[in-house]
């Protein structure tokens, strides 16, 4: 799921920067070359952003900064098949209107459409961010925003030599585990049902900060879809 984003349409030129920070680090991945690049940036007091000096990032460079996953707001929408995209529309700025308590002019927003052919029903998910922290983000005008936890399915899956289907994995992340369902991210407690954790990765003992460095690396493999 990548939001807010402008659909690219030379992506195939274009180098993909993925990064994803936290209060200490900032971490840069991207493919150069045929080379994978990963930078670690110390975070300034004044938490100003600011690229690498050091790091020279190709002219072609597209920027995806990864969101938290609470600073997103989502609903799930479950319409009529029958509905076209106008009618789809309209039903989610209904939404947006009722729930949200402040004006569609302080929001981006995007929504996905998944149809349920067997329920004769479309899933509809709508996700929202505040114009005001989303426009804090921008790198570059075309900088792209996805959701951290995407972001970090995507590195791991990336890394792992798992052989399980997507609705099967069970990531874990410090105190929780989530997974990836048809009706978004389900989390746990029960860190003991977790079959896709760090433990199971060879990582670079370089890496400052193992769920950055999947994060940023997840980021540099937008597509678009999720």
């Known amino acids: 799921m990548g939001f807010f984003a402008k659909l690219l349409k030379k992506e195939s030129e274009n180098c993909l920067v993925g ?7 900032r971490c ?3 493919e150069y070359r045929h080379q994978r690049k990963i930078y670690w940036q110390k975070i300034a007091e004044n938490n100003q952003f600011s690229l690498p ?6 002219k072609n460079s597209i920027f995806i900064r990864s969101v938290p996953f609470q600073y997103i707001w989502r609903k799930y929408l479950f319409l009529p098949i029958s509905y076209d995209h106008a009618m789809i529309y ?28 067997d329920e004769r029903l479309i899933r509809v998910i709508v996700y929202a961010l505040r114009k005001n922290y989303a426009d804090s983000l921008l790198i570059q005008s075309d900088t792209i925003l996805d959701c951290q936890l995407y972001c970090f399915v995507r590195g791991f899956n990336y890394l792992s030599t798992l052989e ?7 990531y874990a992340l410090e105190d929780k585990t989530f997974k990836l369902t048809t009706k978004g991210i389900e ?7 977790a079959n896709c954790d760090l433990s199971k990765l060879e990582l670079p ?11 940023a690396l997840g980021a540099s493999l937008w597509n678009g879809r999720g």
């Open 28 to 30: 840069f991945s991207f």
């Open 164 to 170: 399980l289907p997507q609705e099967d994995r069970i």
């Open 19 to 25: 990064v994803s920070e936290n209060q200490t680090y």
């Open 187 to 193: 989390f746990n407690t029960d860190l003991t049902q």
């Open 90 to 117: 309209r039903q989610l700025l209904q939404v947006l209107r009722q729930e949200l308590p402040i004006s569609l002019e302080e929001l981006y927003f995007d929504y996905q459409i998944f149809p349920l052919a």
């Open 205 to 215: 003992n370089s890496i400052k900060d193992p769920f950055l460095y999947l994060s």
């Open 53 to 58: 000096q050091a790091v020279e990032f190709p």
